[in-house]
């Protein structure tokens, strides 16, 4: 799985896509994305064939159904975003 979250943002790095803030964070087995769009915006992900593959990764190796992306509330945050 690292593996894939490493190439995934070597791909990103390399495209530098413009508008998006694009985190990928581990506790023990447990993985969390964090992704910001910027109003306006497309997300570029889908157009990043690592991005896509990290997704194929993460859906293989899910337990239970594949997460999908879902908005969150920010309540509070200190120059995380």
């Known amino acids: 799985m690292t593996e894939a979250v490493h190439a995934a943002f070597d791909a990103v790095e390399a495209e530098q896509p ?4 694009y985190a990928y964070l581990r506790s023990g087995e447990q993985f969390v994305a964090l992704l910001e769009v ?8 889908p157009g990043i064939e690592a991005a896509r593959s990290l997704q194929a990764t993460v859906a293989k190796l899910a337990v ?11 309540l509070g945050a200190y120059r995380m975003f």
């Open 64 to 74: 239970g159904p594949a997460p999908s992306p879902e908005p969150f509330e920010i």
């Open 18 to 21: 413009q508008g998006i803030r």
């Open 38 to 45: 910027a109003d306006g915006v497309e997300n570029p992900l």
